[in-house]
């Protein structure tokens, strides 16, 4: 390892963690928002934009069940990254 003093290192580490908080809790809070809105459901009035409504939404839940196992990754990589199992 480099010879460095410890307080720089921990400055350092200091730094890498707060910026992968950022970093996770930007790709969670998104997902907390998108399901509070998915929950309250379209008011628009309508019959025939019934079909147009549903196709948009299937389209929408797709798209966050593949965002939430990007979420999940990531949080999994975190972990990984702290834990460091295997050594």
Partial sequence: MLAI?????????????LATITWVG????????????????DAAP???RQGHR??????DHAFLAVSRVD??????????MVFKPGS
Wanted: glycine share 8%; no cysteine; net charge positive.
């Fill in 5 to 17: 003093s410890t307080g720089y290192y921990d400055t350092l580490k200091f730094f890498h963690v």
């Fill in 26 to 41: 930007s790709a969670i809070h998104p997902q907390a928002l998108a399901m509070k809105v998915m929950g309250e459901g």
């Fill in 71 to 80: 979420v999940i990754v990531l949080i999994l990589v975190v972990a990984d």
């Fill in 54 to 59: 549903r196709s948009r939404q299937a389209a």
């Fill in 46 to 48: 309508g019959r025939h």
